[in-house]
């Protein structure tokens, strides 16, 4: 009879298991929809209206949900647009710590590269696309953003210099490699961003990146013709 009861509460156990993991996968999958509504309803009413003139309560309207639901995910309407250039630097620099000790400083920036670019699950690959170049364009036109941006820039910029100082056993303040190099990769970075503009997939700006990646140390170690 014991046995009956323990094999009874073991299944009833699992059982519950299996139906809290459910749960728990349908309440992040619908706070994960209404992230992305709201990130849609908000990059088209500041294309239509102009961010400046969007107001948080509009943007909740048209997704009829709260204002209190949208604080839920993010802390303003600068915070949603910077969204996407916040989560493409956390993606690289989880990658880049990730690269083996044996790569070479410019190879492990572009191979971490190419590795945060495959992050994205194919059926968002998409949607995800058309959302960066929009909010890209947006912080173009939009100074208070492009400072945010840039704000961004500089906290990436002080990741990299601290990460490869690290992975390379050198000392950032009496060693000037780590800054040059993490201030050269996020200016190519920046200006492959400028002439790509939205224009074509994200793998065409990651080709683009690696492009100028690959051309970093022949341009300045090698004659030019």
């Known amino acids: 009879m014991t046995c009956i009861v323990n094999h009874v509460s073991s299944a009833t156990a699992r059982n519950s298991a299996r139906t809290s993991a459910s749960a728990c996968g349908l309440r992040e999958r619908k706070k994960r929809r209404t992230r992305d509504s709201l990130v849609t309803a908000a990059l088209e009413l500041f294309r239509a209206k102009g961010y400046e003139h969007t107001t948080v309560r509009e943007i909740t309207d048209a997704v009829e949900v709260s204002e209190r639901t949208f604080f839920r995910y993010f802390a303003n309407k600068e915070d949603l647009v910077m969204s996407f250039v916040v989560a493409a630097a956390e993606a690289f620099t989880v990658e880049l710590r990730r690269r083996p000790a044996s790569e070479r400083p410019v190879d492990a920036l572009r191979n971490a590269m190419r590795a945060a670019a495959l992050t994205l699950a194919p059926e968002d690959i998409e949607r995800e696309q058309m959302a960066y170049a929009l909010a890209m364009h947006l912080i173009e036109a939009t100074p208070a953003l492009l400072a945010a941006q840039l704000m961004v820039g500089q906290n990436l910029t002080e990741q990299l210099i601290a990460i490869m100082a690290e992975r390379e056993g050198v000392d950032p303040v009496t060693d000037p490699r780590p800054t040059i190099i993490a201030t050269v990769f996020c200016g190519l970075m920046g200006a492959a961003g400028q002439v790509w503009r939205g224009d074509g ?22 004659p030019w013709q």
């Open 201 to 222: 997939d994200l793998a065409a700006r990651t080709t683009l990146a690696d492009r100028y990646l690959a051309e970093l140390v022949p341009t300045f170690t090698e």
